[in-house]
C-alpha cells in the first residue's frame, strides 16, 4: 500500500470527522436544574461527550457564542484520558478506550485527532466577527496545537500565546529546569474585525490614584476629567448638549469619543461644563493601559493553580478535582470581551470554573453573559453542577461577602440523548417514537422548554414558545413518511392565525407558501414549513 494515499486518506477522514458526528437529543434534567422553567436559551451544563454535545448545540447556537474558552487534557501521560470517538478507521479503532500514557507512541497522534474535529465544531459556533477562542496547554502539546489552530482557524488569525506562572513551588518531578508555567493560545473566528479585544482593567499604582478624587460621591469612585478631544483624527462631527451647549473639537484636534458614545455619556451625567470645553469623567475603575500582554501574566491578576483549588475546597470540600483552574484567570479572559451580554462555551467544564467566574464578573460589574459548559465525566453533576448551585445559592464559610450571600442566576441541566438521524427516517430502521422526535425539533426549533403534557398526537400539536405554535407530522413507520405532506387541506386543519407562527415539521409538503394570493384566499397566515428533522437551521436568530 502507498503510504502517502494511506496518510493523505486518514487525515482526510480527521479534517472532515466533524461533518459525519450525528446530531443527538438534549434531554432535560429537571432535578438538575437550577431554574423554575429549563431552557436551551438559559446558562446549560450538557453531560454528555463534548464532541457530540457541540454538534447537538450548532442548530440553536452556531454563530452566537462571543467567547470559548477550553481546558483540555495537557497529555502528560499522567491523565488517564482515552481516544473514545466513534470512528470507523480501522487504524483508530484499535486506539479505543486505551488509556494514552506516557509510554503510548501514538499519544500525541491521538490527542491531535480528538482535538480537531471539536475545534471545528467550536469554530462553527463562534460569532462570525466577535468571536474568540482561548485553549489552555502546556509544553507537551503547545507547538503540536498551535499548528492545529493555524489550520482550523488560519494563522492570519493568530491574537497571542499568553504565558502564565500556573505555580508558586518547584515541582517534585523537576530535574532540570522548574517547568511551572502553562499557556493560553487565543485566536480569532475573523481577526478583521478590530476592537475584540479591549484593554481589562489593570491595577493602578499608588502614585497615581491620588489625580482621581470622588468628591461627587456618586457611587461610581474616583475619577478625573479628560477633554473631550483628541490630537488624533476618529471622527467629526458638531454636538449640541442638551443645556445648549454647542460644542466643535478645537482646532487641530477631533472629538475623543463617537457622537453616540458622547450622548451616553451626556445621559451618565458624565459630562463637566468647565474651563473652555466640557470634560468627561473618567474613572479609576475604567482606566486602561495599554492592550493585554502576551509576556508573563501576573499571579496577582490570573491566580495560581493553588488559589483554585483553595477556591474549590472551600465551595465543595477537599480531594473533590485536581488542579482546577483559577477563577482569576477565566475573568482576566472574560474581562477582554468588550460585550458584557456574551455567551461564553467551556465544552471542557471539569470543576465550573468558568460558569463560576462568568456569574462572579456579572454580579462584579452588572453584565448579563450566559455561559454552557459541557462535561462527560460522571461528575457532571455531582462536582460541575453542583458547585455552580453552591454559588448560585451561596457558601457560608466563603472569605468573600458575594459568594458567602449568593451570586445569583440559574442554569438547566441537560443528558445528551440518541442520535436523531435521517438516513433512519427514509429507511425507516430505528425510528425515534412521536414524543422523542417531537421533543427534539420542538428544542432545536424554538430553544425552550418542551412540555409533554401540551402534545396532541391527534391533532399534530407539540407545544407552544414565545414565537411559534409548533405541529409535527410523523409516524414511526415508513408508509406514512412517504404518504404525508404538508397540503392545502392540511395547512386547514390547523386553526386561524393567533399572533404566533405556526411552525410545522412534515416529511415534505405541496403547499406553496410563498403564493401569497392562494394563502389569502383560504384564510391562511403564518405559516413556516420544515422539513424532517434537520430544516430547522432555518431558523437560526
Not at 500582554?293 to 474549590?312: I, M, R
Request: glycine share 6%; aromatic share 10%.
Amino acid at each position: 500500500m502507498d503510504c502517502r494515499i494511506s496518510t493523505a486518506t486518514l487525515r482526510s477522514f480527521i479534517q472532515n470527522y466533524h461533518l459525519a458526528v450525528k446530531y443527538h437529543e438534549l434531554i432535560p434534567v429537571k432535578k438538575n436544574s437550577m431554574t423554575d422553567k429549563v431552557s436551551l436559551k438559559d446558562n446549560l451544563i450538557i453531560h454528555g461527550d463534548n464532541l457530540k454535545a457541540l454538534k447537538a448545540l450548532l442548530p440553536t447556537y452556531a454563530g452566537k457564542v462571543k467567547c470559548i474558552y477550553i481546558d483540555p487534557p495537557y497529555n502528560t501521560g499522567n491523565e488517564g484520558w482515552a481516544y473514545n470517538d466513534n470512528v470507523n478507521s480501522p487504524m483508530m479503532q484499535e486506539w479505543l478506550g486505551k488509556v494514552v500514557d506516557r509510554e503510548d507512541l501514538t499519544r500525541h497522534d491521538k490527542w491531535l485527532c480528538m482535538m480537531m474535529p471539536r475545534l471545528k465544531l467550536l469554530k462553527e459556533l463562534l460569532h462570525p466577527e466577535e468571536g474568540i477562542i482561548f485553549v489552555s496547554v502546556d509544553d507537551n502539546e503547545l507547538y503540536n496545537l498551535r499548528l492545529l489552530m493555524d489550520e482550523v482557524f488560519q494563522s492570519e488569525n493568530w491574537f497571542a500565546t499568553l504565558t502564565r506562572r500556573a505555580m508558586h513551588t518547584v515541582r517534585n518531578s523537576s530535574k532540570d529546569f522548574n517547568l511551572n508555567t502553562d499557556y493560553v493560545l487565543v485566536y480569532a473566528k475573523a481577526k478583521s474585525w478590530h476592537g475584540m479585544l479591549k484593554s481589562r482593567y489593570i491595577r493602578i499604582p499608588m502614585d497615581k490614584t491620588g489625580s482621581y478624587p470622588n468628591d461627587d460621591d456618586d457611587g461610581k469612585g474616583p475619577y478625573k476629567l479628560d477633554p473631550i478631544s483628541a490630537r488624533n483624527f476618529y471622527t467629526t462631527y458638531d454636538y449640541v448638549f442638551k443645556n445648549g451647549v454647542k460644542w466643535t473639537a478645537p482646532a487641530g484636534s477631533y472629538p475623543r469619543y463617537s457622537e453616540d458614545t458622547l450622548a451616553e455619556m451626556e445621559n451618565a451625567g458624565e459630562i463637566v461644563f468647565t474651563g473652555k470645553e466640557p470634560k468627561a469623567k473618567r474613572y479609576l475603575r475604567d482606566v486602561q493601559e495599554g492592550r493585554p500582554p502576551d509576556a508573563l501574566l501576573s499571579p496577582e491578576d490570573v491566580g495560581f493553580n493553588s488559589s483554585g483549588t483553595t477556591l474549590l475546597r472551600q465551595i465543595m470540600g477537599g480531594g473533590k478535582f485536581p488542579q482546577p483552574k483559577p477563577i482569576e484567570l477565566i475573568k482576566y479572559i472574560l474581562q477582554m470581551i468588550r460585550d458584557k451580554n456574551a455567551l461564553v462555551l467551556d465544552s471542557f467544564a471539569g470543576s465550573g470554573t468558568t460558569a463560576h467566574a462568568v456569574l462572579d464578573l456579572n454580579k462584579e460589574d452588572g453584565g448579563n453573559r450566559k455561559f454552557i459548559l459541557v462535561e462527560c465525566e460522571d461528575y457532571a453533576d455531582s462536582i460541575t453542577a453542583e458547585r455552580i448551585r453552591r454559588v448560585i445559592k451561596g457558601v457560608p464559610d466563603a472569605k468573600e461577602d458575594d459568594l458567602r450571600n449568593g451570586l445569583g442566576g440559574s442554569f438547566s441541566f441537560f443528558e445528551l440523548g440518541e442520535p436523531i438521524e435521517l438516513e433512519n427516517i427514509l429507511e425507516g430502521s430505528r425510528l425515534p417514537s412521536y414524543l422523542d422526535l417531537a421533543r427534539y425539533v420542538f428544542y432545536t426549533a424554538t430553544g425552550e422548554e418542551f412540555l409533554p403534557e401540551q402534545v396532541d398526537e391527534d391533532k399534530h400539536f407539540i407545544g407552544e414558545s414565545r414565537e411559534y405554535e409548533v405541529y409535527l407530522f410523523y409516524k414511526p413507520d415508513l408508509d406514512y413518511l412517504k404518504s404525508t405532506a404538508l397540503t392545502l387541506d392540511i395547512a386547514k386543519t390547523l386553526g386561524e392565525y393567533t399572533g404566533k407562527k405556526k411552525l410545522v415539521f412534515a416529511p415534505t409538503k405541496y403547499l406553496d407558501l410563498n403564493d401569497s394570493e392562494l394563502l389569502a384566499k383560504h384564510g391562511l397566515k403564518g405559516i413556516e414549513y420544515c422539513q424532517l428533522p434537520f430544516e430547522i437551521y432555518k431558523l437560526r436568530e
